[in-house]
């Protein structure tokens, strides 16, 4: 695997996690950042701006979906590890901040078994082959991949979409 298809299928996992679990997102970049160093659009949010143990958990799910999704692409675990050592870092001070049970790893291994869903193997899919065609989807343009993904929406409805944004 690419490491630009990698970086793809990791930030659709992100962003696939925030669209499951109601977490504002503003999208998902494969284009490198210079100025942080890395790659990805998740926003950092520290422990403290999370108001309750439920979206802790839910924060915890999508710092890790990155990992999460390239496992259930197929990646060994030790190579999706790659990259995610600030996603790692940040659920960890969840984990810590709000009480949460279980260590990161088991953490990671319920991630996993919830990207492993085929709706979200469909929907990471799609996210991450427009991710390769767009380099940036905003979060609008995200939650409509998704919707097509999961059937709510046809890919006509996506067509309209991208003419109406300008994205064509």
């Known amino acids: 695997m690419l490491r630009e298809e990698k970086t793809a299928i990791h930030e659709a996992g992100h962003a696939v996690a925030h669209i499951r679990y109601g977490i504002e997102h503003h999208g998902a970049t494969i284009v490198s950042d210079r100025d942080r160093g890395f790659l990805g659009a998740a926003p950092a949010l520290g422990a403290d701006s999370v108001w309750d143990k439920a979206a802790a958990e839910s924060q915890v799910i999508a710092f890790c ?44 291994a319920r991630t996993v078994e919830v990207m492993q869903r085929p709706e979200n193997v469909a929907a990471v899919s799609l996210l991450a082959r427009h991710l390769l065609e767009r380099k940036t989807l905003d979060g609008d343009h995200c939650e409509v991949l998704v919707e097509v993904a999961d059937g709510v929406s046809t890919e006509a409805d996506l067509a309209r979409y991208l003419v109406m944004r300008g994205l064509t």
Not at 68 to 95: I, K, M, N, R, S
């Open 65 to 108: 979906a990155g990992y999460a999704a390239l496992v259930a692409a197929g990646c060994p675990p030790d190579a999706a590890v790659e990259g995610a050592d600030d996603d790692f870092a940040q659920a960890t001070e969840l984990l810590e901040f709000w009480g949460l049970e279980g260590a990161l790893q088991d953490w990671q």
